[in-house]
């Protein structure tokens, strides 16, 4: 046979309740933090706040390291010859003679191919973790492509000032 007669309280509200425990009223009690309350906000580190997306943001974030990455792809496998790069480029600057710094071309090709690729994997790296806590983010992939290019732009100056053909023309223009 099951009791069907209410519990203790069944039918009673809240604030009736709160009243029979002799509790003031609900909308009578100001919060006040318990010590317990107060102590555990002292110790807790705040979660980092994520702010709302920005559709435009992150379009144009992935598009310039999706740019960025096609760009590294063809100007690694430039680098990668660079004294046939160079040969070009004198050859369109108007430059007579031949490249042939050889040595040094491979050499420092190679290590702007290097700083090329782990350049732009820096930048999509920090530019996926700022889209993921939507921080703004579009400028990321613009400065880390003009850092990269300052550094690879100096390797390959090492082996265009060694040339001969090269600092000929260069002297040459300081001359007139």
Known sequence: MIDERPQYGEYATPEEQRRLAGLPPMDAV???PTAESAASQETSTPAPTVTAPRRWDRILTIALVAYGLVS??????AYLDLSSMMNDSMEIIGIEGDFTNFAQAKVWGT?????LVVGWMLTAWLS??????????WWVPLVGAAVTMIIVSLCIAVPMMGDPAFMSYVDGMAGR
């Open 128 to 137: 996926f973790k700022r889209l993921r806590t939507g921080k703004l983010t």
């Open 72 to 77: 590294v792809i063809i100007n690694t496998v």
């Open 30 to 32: 100001d919060e006040v």
């Open 111 to 115: 290590i702007a191919a290097f700083v």
